[in-house]
Structure formats: structure tokens, C-alpha cells
């Protein structure tokens, strides 16, 4: 079990920690708030797609949902019916509603075990905060985390802008389903991901864009390629490759990588301005909750 999204406290007189609890199979994470509240109205509506529309899930996602409590949780949860009157449905077993029953009771005893800690102020939230996100572990080397602004749809991708700071915006790809699935929407938290060997670090030119902004050259870059600007602040040289770090402002840094050839470039430099370029299908995107 872990508590999962702790939102820093409003800046106003009462402070408010909100968190989820989910359930965990090693290393997979199968039972989250919004799947045990699929599970209960599963078993209120008789039906899956019935039990979708009333916890706001598409109906291919509360699917894929049943099929991985299913098959994660250590024996059958949700049992199919097919036929009768009402031309088929679902019910929960024996095995799920205890779950459900027993889940309810820890999120009572776990909200007011948050409601204990909101007594100790900001700094309470803000900690906590952290240490969460200093949790968790990925093989990835650039982490950032942001508020959804906006999420562009389409019929199988979407486009999703991520704001990290007051200059920086990310922008991902990612498809219809999984934003369905990870019910991800505007003034959301979410985390982005991209490994260094999607990053290409490049020496930049004055005329380029030094202020951080997401930006790409024109003639040179795909569509869907960014370059964000900054201060090489960092350098490793490898077996035909270098690991370079750059500082695009105070608290966001990029690594990436560049061919051996360029390394020894001035305009890769310590100091000198250079640009880390990746395409938005390369990110990759996850929430706390």
C-alpha cells in the first residue's frame, strides 16, 4: 500500500493534504482508488459498462482495468455473465467485495491519518510532498513534473502540454487510450519522462533562442521535435559518445547525449549555450495517483 498524490497545501489559513491509496503485487501497482470504486459499482450497476459510466471511465478502460485486477490480484475478482434477459453482465466475487469492503475501511483509517498530519502546516504538506516523489525510481534519466495546461485529442493521439515552470513547457504524445486510462486532464499533476538516448545535444548558434522556451530551428527538425535552450553545465566523455547535462533554468536540467565527433565542439563547452532537441513521442508520461 502507499498514499499516492500530496498536492502542496493552498495558500490560505486551512491546509488540505488530499491522497489515494493503492494496492501493490511486487512490483506491479493494480488497486488504485479509481479501480476500487469501478469494483463497488461493479457490483451495484451488474455491470461493466454501467459501472465505466458512472466512475467516468471510457468503457475500454474500466475493460482493461477488470482484465488487470484479474490478473494481478492473486485470484478472479469480476466474473463475466453471458446471456439472460438482460443479455449478459458482471458481478463481483466472493474474493472482491471482501477486498472492496476491506479497502473502504483502510482509506477511512488512512484519511484520518492525514487529517492528523494537515495539523502540522505547510511544511507538513511540502515534505511530504517531496519525499513521495523522491520515491519513486525509473530507469530514465531526465524526470520532470508539471500541471497539465492543455491536451490537444485526436482519434489516436493525443498531444499533451505540460507546464514545468513559468518558461518551460513540455509537450508529449501519447495516445487517446492512455490519457482515458490514466484520466489524465488539465490542472492535473503529472510526470514526464525521457531517456538520455532520445535527447540529442547540439552546439546552438546566437541567433538561436538562449531563454529555455521550447523552440526547434526551422528546415532542420521534424514536426514534432522540441529544442530546449540552456547552459552546458556538465560533461562526460564516452565510447563514442558524450553525456552532456544542460541547465535550461535554476531548477530544470536536461541530459543527453552527442556523437564523439562533436564532443570536442567550443560550442559544447562548460558555459557555453547549447540545445537538447527530442521529439514528443520520446516522453513518456505518469501521475502519482
Known amino acids: 500500500m502507499s498514499d499516492a498524490s500530496l498536492p502542496s497545501a493552498p495558500d490560505h489559513t486551512g491546509i488540505e493534504l488530499t491522497t489515494t491509496l493503492s494496492l501493490s503485487s511486487g512490483e506491479q501497482r493494480w488497486g488504485s482508488e479509481r479501480r476500487m470504486a469501478l469494483l463497488a459499482a461493479i457490483d451495484t450497476e451488474g455491470s461493466i459498462s454501467a459501472a465505466a459510466r458512472k466512475v ?7 475493460w482493461d482495468a477488470v482484465d488487470m485486477m484479474n490478473s494481478l490480484a492473486g485470484g478472479l475478482l469480476v466474473e463475466r455473465i453471458t446471456g439472460g434477459k438482460r443479455g449478459g453482465g458482471a458481478l463481483l466475487t466472493t474474493r472482491a467485495r471482501e477486498l472492496v469492503a476491506w479497502y473502504q475501511a483502510v482509506q477511512a483509517e ?5 487529517d492528523v498530519l494537515s495539523r502540522f502546516g505547510p511544511d507538513g504538506a511540502r515534505n511530504l510532498d517531496l519525499l513521495h516523489s523522491m520515491a519513486l525510481q525509473t530507469s530514465a534519466r531526465n ?21 514545468l515552470d513559468e518558461q518551460v513547457t513540455l509537450t ?7 490519457t482515458e486510462r490514466l484520466a489524465l486532464a488539465p490542472g492535473r499533476r503529472a510526470l514526464a519522462f525521457i531517456k538520455a538516448q532520445a535527447i540529442h545535444i547540439r552546439p546552438i548558434g546566437a541567433a538561436d533562442h538562449p ?11 521534424p ?23 544542460l541547465d535550461i533554468t535554476p531548477h530544470i536540467r536536461i541530459t543527453g547525449l552527442t556523437a564523439a565527433r562533436d564532443f570536442a565542439d567550443p560550442g559544447l563547452d562548460m558555459g557555453s549555450t547549447a540545445q537538447a532537441c ?12
Open 56 to 62: 467516468g471511465l471510457s468503457y475500454k478502460a474500466a
Open 110 to 114: 488512512h484519511r484520518r491519518f492525514m
Open 143 to 163: 524526470r520532470f513534473e508539471g500541471i497539465i495546461r492543455r491536451i490537444e485529442s485526436g482519434r489516436v493521439n493525443d498531444r499533451l502540454h505540460l507546464q
Open 172 to 178: 508529449a504524445t501519447l495516445t487517446h487510450a492512455s
Open 211 to 221: 531563454d529555455g522556451t521550447e523552440n526547434s530551428s526551422a528546415g532542420e527538425l
Open 223 to 245: 514536426a514534432d521535435m522540441a529544442c530546449w535552450s540552456g547552459r552546458v553545465s556538465h560533461r562526460t566523455d564516452g565510447d563514442g559518445l558524450g553525456e552532456i547535462s
Open 278 to 289: 527530442f521529439q514528443s513521442r520520446d516522453v513518456l508520461i505518469g501521475t502519482l495517483d
